[in-house]
């Protein structure tokens, strides 16, 4: 009895080694894996550069280019001899066939599209893929098309449609949907390369160093950016996700999330998440909550939000039954509520929820 005891202690211990030395393995092969996954997709990105904009020496700036409310494009600023001669706009669209695709499209300091290139999509091959040059010339009918001297096709002031919407652009065959989208993602980044120009500029310069002082407050030290994602969350959420690093070391995600179940309204945060999974901070952006009570999530009134500094995001298991994890301790979560505030509490935890699923969706890209 005592023999069979020990067998079975020593068969346990056995696949507890075995188990511990396959994950450490794993932990390796996938940062190893991450590390040349996001060096392609930089190199990717770099070449669509070159292909979007005339000749350049180099990528003299980048840009934050405010669209809307929620939207932000990064543009890169090209130079020849000291001159800018270009502006690469990374713009996307979630009204693709089968969902959000992204492309960057170049721009002459002008308004004058120089050419453009898919970066990512899943359109249907054979109809919707067709926007890629690849595939076809579909989208050569962009390149050359001067949005600035276009006038407004409808109502809603929008440039770029297909001739069916009452626009220029001939729409792929079969594949009207993707055209479309293509059209939106489009308009998306005119309109961000139009607050580059005139009293703009300023407006834009303003916005990058503002965006980059909130970054540098919710992550440890970076020096660049690596990369931009819009990552959806939910049917209707699609967050912003800025990738840095120090560098070649990959440091964090800054991710721009939003609630709308604030006491007041729309409340706006941009979370901090490390490469473990660990929150390094929240910040409030913008908030129109009680004064006294519920703006208590802003830093400025209180220090209500560094509880949610080094909270795993990724402890799958103190989910609950819908799969939530950052939660009020009323509602089962381990967060303490502001005092007198509890629907602005609740809202934050909500905002901060969206980032969580940001992240982990992120991840799984990044391992596809």
């Known amino acids: ?125 054979g109809l919707g893929d067709k926007m890629q040059k690849s595939k076809s010339n579909w989208s050569e009918q962009f390149t050359g098309l001067n949005l600035a001297e276009m006038k407004d096709r409808d109502k809603d002031g929008i440039l770029v449609e297909v001739k069916k919407d009452g626009g220029d652009i001939d729409a792929i065959s079969a594949a009207t949907i993707s055209s479309r989208a293509f059209c939106d993602a489009t308009e998306r980044a005119y309109k961000g390369f139009k607050t580059i120009g005139g009293n703009s500029e300023a407006q834009a310069a303003a916005q990058k160093e503002k965006d980059l002082k909130v970054m540098h407050q919710v992550l440890p030290e970076f020096d660049k950016i690596i990369d931009t994602l819009r990552t959806p969350v939910n049917s209707e959420d699609t967050l912003l996700c800025l990738t840095v690093s120090k560098g070649e070391e990959l440091v964090g995600y800054a991710i721009k999330s939003s609630t709308s179940k604030g006491y007041n309204g729309e409340i706006e945060i941009i979370v901090g998440i490390l490469t473990n999974g660990k929150i390094h901070d929240a910040l409030v952006l913008e908030h129109e909550e009680t004064a006294d009570l519920g703006d208590q999530i802003d830093r400025a009134k209180s220090e209500w939000s560094k509880q949610f500094s080094s909270l795993n995001v990724l402890n799958s298991e103190d989910t609950d039954k819908d799969g939530i994890l950052v939660e009020i301790r009323k509602d089962g979560g381990n967060i303490d509520a502001i005092s007198g505030a509890t629907v602005s509490s609740r809202a934050f935890c909500d905002a901060v929820e969206k980032a969580r699923k940001a992240f982990i969706n992120v991840q799984k890209i990044n391992r596809e």
């Open 1 to 125: 009895m005592a023999k069979k005891e020990s067998s079975f202690k020593n068969m346990v211990l056995v696949l507890f080694i075995v188990s511990a030395v396959a994950s450490g393995i794993l932990a390796l092969v996938y940062n190893a894996t991450k590390q040349t996954i996001d060096i392609a997709k930089r190199a990717k990105e770099q070449k669509a550069i070159a292909k979007v904009v005339p000749p350049f020496d180099e990528i003299s700036d980048t840009l934050f280019l405010p669209v809307g409310k929620k939207d932000t494009l990064i543009c890169y600023q090209t130079s020849k001899a000291g001159k800018v001669n270009g502006y690469a706009i990374k713009s996307f669209t979630k009204k693709g066939y089968s969902g959000t695709f992204w492309i960057m499209l170049g721009f002459t300091p002008d308004g004058k599209i120089n050419n453009t290139v898919v970066l990512e999509h899943t359109e249907t091959p």
